[in-house]
Structure formats: C-alpha cells, structure tokens
C-alpha cells in the first residue's frame, strides 16, 4: 500500500523554497520555465568545484572550498578538512589532484532560484582504469544569479546502477516533484522512511544490501561490545540547503538524492573510557569521561521502483558519511 505522504519541507528563508517542491515560484519576477544551467555553465562549474576542491584537500583548509560545497557534502567536507587541518597542520602530505573527465550533465527544466543539476563523471580514484570504473555523480545547486554553483550531493556508483532518465521533447531531464505520485515512493517521504527503517526495520519496502539490513545488523552487533554500549539517534534532514532532489527514470520510478543525521553515543563501563580518535578528538567539545556522542551526516542515493512494485520499492545504492561534531561527558 502507499504510505501517506507529507508535504515537503520548506527551506529556511522566506524567498526559497525546496528544490524538489512542485509547481512554479515567483524569484525576482522570474516565471519561465528554464533548463537549470546551460551545458557549458556546467562544465564550467564542475572545473570550479574540482579546482577549488583540490586547493583545500592539499591544504587540509576548509575555507577554500567553502563557497563550492552545501548540503550534505559541505557539511561532511568541512568537518573533515577542519579536523585534518588540526591533525595534520602541515597539509596533506598524500595529496593527489581529483580529476573528473567524462562528463555527462543531466539537466532539468524548472521556474525561478534555486537551480540545479547533475554531473555524471569518470574519477580517477578508482584503483583500475576501464570501462567499469566506478562514476562520481555530483549534484549542483545554485540559490541565485549572484550566488555560485555548490555541490550538496556526491554519490559513487557502479555504471549499470545509473538508470535511464525520463527526458522531455527538448532533451532536458525530468525533475521528480516531492510529492510524486509516479514512484513507489513519493522522493519527499525517502529521508523520513529510511529513519524509521534504520530504527525497528519498517517500511519493509526497502531493498537489502549494504546500505539498508546490513547497516542495521552491523548496528546490532555493536551496540553491546565489552565494556562498551552503542546506542543510535537518527533524525530526518530534508529541509534548506538538505532538501532531497530526485529526476524522474524512464520506468515511472525516481533516482533520488537524499540526507540524514544521526548520532551515536558510546557509553562505557565503570572504570573504562571510550577511545577518541585524533580525527574525531579535532572535533570534540566536552570531556570524555564515560561517554563519546558523535553527530554524523549521512548522504544516500536511492532508486525508487515504479507505482505498483510490490517489494524492494526503495534500493540504496550509495551512502557517503562523516563525523561533523563530537561531545564528550
């Protein structure tokens, strides 16, 4: 049965609304109905992106990729070069320049600010060169004429996890509205369902893999190790610069992009004290006396299956996480 769907959230100030909301809005008086970028606008962007993001990874800086990430990804880069920066104050010693080639822009229609896109792209992370290289899929907003493009999203797929994206008459992609009813899944709903499932198993509708029964057992496994108690807190992040964003596929399902947070609370026996990693400790307000609370970003990739699946309506196929705070007590 469908689950009943919530409107989307809204993002936090009065002149934007959520990127996946649907319908069109007034900014500036901009009413048209407008691909999100140009394609040379896009490839211009994704140099920007890789260009700055290479300056601050070489220099463990945060500052000087700040203006090029939001969302989800910012908020895992930012933590994770401010805690570098600390623990290694001289740069990265190991640093190798991220190349993105290949690229393939997936770029929809909509009305007004914020805009966005998708880059489909070949990295040269991956350990083996070839056709089957795993793809970096970057998602691109942009809040406004005077604002620069910023990556809030950063999937890593296989190529045969990509689906065939539904287009329009023009070639542009097709934006999946929050409240969707063509998918399974209305892509709105996906933050809020992957919370419940991570918390007692239910909706039953998710696929198994890595990212969904797996990540549940390895949960139950440690949350009881010696000495040690596990306990975790997952919360829904949809709204502002973490709202969902999701293109509509070929099949009447939806590829979507979506974050959570959550928090994981170490607590230890009488006379013993959690372990604090050197990454971990750069981010750590408090003291660690019995008990270490680590606020994690979560960022997921998911296809949802057509209206009318009856079973694994929602598969994960990408999870992309980092540590951005710490308390200790």
């Avoid at 979507?256 to 947070?261: G, L, P, R, T």
Wanted: aromatic fraction near 8%; proline fraction near 6%.
């Amino acid at each position: 049965m469908r689950r009943p769907i919530r409107a989307a959230a809204g993002l936090a100030t009065a002149t934007v609304m959520s990127l996946v909301a649907s319908g069109c809005m007034t900014v500036h008086g901009e009413l048209a109905v407008l691909p999100g970028a140009k394609k040379s606008e896009a490839a211009q962007a994704l140099a920007d992106f890789t260009e700055a993001y290479n300056k601050a990874d070489k220099a463990y800086d945060p500052a000087l990729d700040a203006g090029r990430v939001t969302g989800a990804l910012g908020a895992i880069n930012q933590a994770g070069l401010k805690a570098r920066a600390v623990t290694n104050p001289e740069g990265n010693a190991q640093h190798q320049p991220l190349e993105l080639t290949d690229a393939k822009y997936l770029i929809p229609k909509k009305a007004g600010w914020p805009r966005w896109f998708v880059a489909d792209t070949d990295s040269n992370r991956d350990k083996d060169d070839g056709p089957g290289d795993n793809r970096w899929v970057l998602v691109f907003v942009r809040g406004g004429a005077d604002q620069l493009w910023e990556v809030a999203y950063l999937a890593i797929l296989s190529p045969d996890e990509i689906p065939e994206f539904k287009t329009d008459k023009d070639g542009y992609v097709v934006p999946a509205p929050a409240d969707s009813g063509s998918p399974a899944v209305a892509p709105g709903e996906v933050g809020g369902e992957y919370v419940s499932y991570l918390k007692d198993g239910k909706p039953e509708h998710f696929a198994r893999g890595p990212h969904t029964d797996q990540w549940r057992g390895s949960r139950e496994k440690n949350a009881k190790l010696p000495g040690l108690t596990i306990q975790y807190s997952d919360q829904r992040l949809d709204d502002g610069e973490f709202a969902p964003l999701a293109l509509a596929t070929k099949d009447g399902g939806a590829f979507v992009f979506f974050a959570i947070k959550y928090f994981e609370r170490q607590t230890a026996a009488a006379g013993y004290t959690p372990k604090v990693s050197a990454d971990v400790k750069a981010l750590l307000t408090g003291r660690v006396e019995n008990t270490l609370t680590k606020e994690w970003v979560s960022s997921q990739a998911a296809l949802l299956a057509a209206d009318g699946a009856d079973a694994d309506q929602i598969k994960v196929l990408s999870r992309l996480q980092g540590v951005i705070g710490a308390e200790g007590s």
